[in-house]
């Protein structure tokens, strides 16, 4: 019976004319323990409404709904009849999943233009809330600026929601559809009309209206997007409200504003003018979360006021404790006091904090380890640093807005060193030692709580120091296939009178391996000594055309009796040149193996005219691309390394010479990735694809295109279309409004690019149930039919009627109901439904939840429509 008492009260209340009062507002959230989140939700009313609500009900998209209460304390009344309030709930969810939030109240005010019949609507706003523990904690941001303004007719408006994301995460913008009842689209919903554009900026979260051209009310939506490790983790959806009125007046103009990236401890501050033509007393405003941050304030403070112009004067002391990933954005706000009608301009500006560089001061070989140091980092606020490794120099320098070491570069995080205070590391290699004739080259990050990293530090480069004698040059002298020649010579070994034993003769063996890394050492050459002075070596009679070559050099005390190794035997390779064809390109390489660093390779090219090798340039890296060839036509290269030990007293400026190797240039290049753009008809049920190439250069290198598409999110996506002609960049993919895809590019070779970024998307709701129905036996609306389509697999659908009987009940999306009940028309009048609904979403089958009520509208005399089922 409290069922059916239920359902009546339900029924009896929609019959009520509803009160009209809702004109914007959102839902945000913050985490307060795994699984529970504390909701904030935010409306705006029309104060003169009779209603006024003091509980909202909230749908937590787990099949679960609770009443919000209003936070008295939080109630805020405001200029032209708006009203603010806050209600605040707790709920615990059962587990990870992506759920949708949904408060709504009957009604929207009156007279909202893009809204048809508006006092008649809905008024619903929505949030996603992601629980995965795996991303950790996260709060929605926080939305600083009011969701109502003021536009004039004929003037560019512009309005900034002022998101501020307490966690650093990053945030992106897009217009959405306003929604009615269970969040759903309002059908023929429109954007409110423009002389020239309406959009939103997708990085700054604009909304620029260009311009206004009919005088009232309109509501837009917007999204706000979280973003965290490239995966997006919540929504936020505004629906803001603005009113269009005819004036005279001319808003006021900010000066144009630039964007800051500093140090943590540098000091941002500029003064900000706006003016206005009309010569209005102008106020001017700042939102940000800079200014309410638990450290180091931000401040905005006024300098001069005067009709017509008034200047404020920003200033911010950074510090450690505002480092983050992602840009402050600062909202500055310039408003007049015309009598007429009050206008604003609003300008977006951005302030990126990052940790000051780490300064390496040495890296030094210890045995089969590598010791870094590095000074004192200028605060106690970090949690401490993150050592980074490659091998070979990258050459890389960090600009003044780039936090971290790029992914680009090739390094590899390898370990953290803890504590503020830390300024050295030892790297063993995980205890496995380094390897020899490697150049290890090192970057350091601070890494703050936030689990932002500093401006990398600077790059040094070290190798193990190994070997008695200490090899210095493994050269190549002559290139050929069976008689070239590799010159190889070593420092007289020294302070042998300290190694016991030690007193001569000595002799030197010399081992060479056929290739770099000494898979196959074999013995060439016995040097017998008395006093050390023979240290050099030519190998002649070798394929120095095909391979590197490198040798092992051991030193022994050959004394009667007394033969033993000294030390550990010296090891270096001669510099291998690699070469690869390229697209109109000759990409170079250097392979070596030796105990030096080298610091500068001097690229050579054979001149057909001149007869010689030509330098035509120098890098610190290890490869090279020498670009503007003729494909076709050969081209021959040698390198020069020059290079040193890194411990003092040791060798320097070591040169050594290549092979000498040619090469053809051809066409084995894939062409440009498409940047790939995705948007959804709901309505005509089509996904649009459009893609891009980043030049000129690229398009001329593009013969066609394929698409590669998947309905399911997460499974690998399949070649379904190629577009044979390089000039199409759109394509209208039928029947489909769900799924994720990626473009490729190939040319005239067969030559095939990666795949663009995988775009996803999944934004239309498929299922509509009619709320009116006539089965009077006229063939007009005498079966009730849901509005759906392939996308729904099923439905749980039940039809009470107002005593709470179940008159009909059905799993078919279609519906199909003819009005009857056990054979007979049933009585004109209200009935409640409840349907659940399983949908294939790109996640998989979905449920989602819908009820409401249908209104039966039958004739005396009426007959049912025969249907089979």
Known sequence: MRYFAFILVLFLSVLRAYPTHNRAGEITYKQISNNTFEITITTFTYVLSMADRDQLEVDWGDN??????????????????????????THAYPGPGIYKIVVQDPNRNFGILNIPNSVNVVFSIST?????????????????????????????????????DPDGDSLSYNLTVCTKEDGLPIENYTLPPASNEIYVDPVSGDFVWDSPTQLGKYNVAMEINEWRKGYKIGTVVRDMQLEVYETDNNPPVIDTLGAYCVEAGDTVEFNVRATDV??????LIATSGIFTMTH???????????????????????CHESVRDQPYDVLFKAEDNNP????????????????????????TPEGKYIRLHWDNYPTFVITGFNIYRRENPSGFIPDTCT????????????????????????DTNDGEGLENGVQYSYIIVALYPSGAESKASNELISSLISGVPLITHVSVTETDPVNGKIFVSWM???QLDTIPGATGPYEYLVYRSDDIIGGDYQFIESIQTSDLNDTTFVDSLIATSDNGFIYRIELYNNGAGNRFLIGDPGIASSPFLTLSPGDRKALLGVDLNVP??????????????????????????????????VNGQEYCYLVRSTGEYMSAGLPSGLINLSQERCVTPYDNEPPCVPDLTVSTNCDSLYNLLFWSLESNECYEDVVGYNIFFNENFGESLVLFETINNKDIFTYKHEGVVAGCYSVSAFDQEGNESDQSFIVCVDSCNFYEIPNVFTPNGDGKNDILLANTSGLVEGVDFKLFNRTGILIFETDEPRLRWNGTYKGSLVSPGVYFYQCDVYERRITGLELFHLSGFIHVITEKGATPVKFEY
């Open 64 to 89: 679960s709904v609770s009443i919000a209460p209003r936070d008295p304390n939080q109630t805020v009344y405001l200029p032209n009849y708006y009203k603010k309030n806050v209600y605040i709930k």
């Open 128 to 164: 996603i809330l992601m629980v995965n523990p795996a991303l950790g904690s996260n709060d929605t941001p926080i939305l600083l600026n009011p969701p109502y303004d003021n536009a004039a007719l004929g003037h560019k408006f512009i309005h900034n929601p002022g998101a501020f």
């Open 278 to 283: 009309d010569g209005d007393i102008v106020s």
């Open 296 to 318: 180091c304030l931000a401040s905005f403070d006024s300098v001069s006021a005067s009709p017509g112009e008034s200047v404020s004067h920003f200033s911010w002391i950074t």
């Open 340 to 363: 007429e009608l009050e206008l604003f301009d609003l300008d977006n500006m951005r302030i990126k904090v990052l940790g000051p560089s780490p300064v390496l001061t040495s890296v």
């Open 403 to 426: 936090n971290g070491v790029p992914e680009f570069l090739g390094y590899e995080l390898i370990d953290f060193v803890e504590g503020a205070s830390s300024n050295y590391y030892v």
């Open 492 to 494: 007289k070994p020294g």
């Open 596 to 629: 030096w660093v080298n610091s500068r390779y001097d690229i050579f090219r054979w001149n057909d005219f001149t007869s010689v090798f030509d330098s035509i340039g120098t890098t610190a890296l290890i490869e090279f691309v020498d670009a503007g060839l």
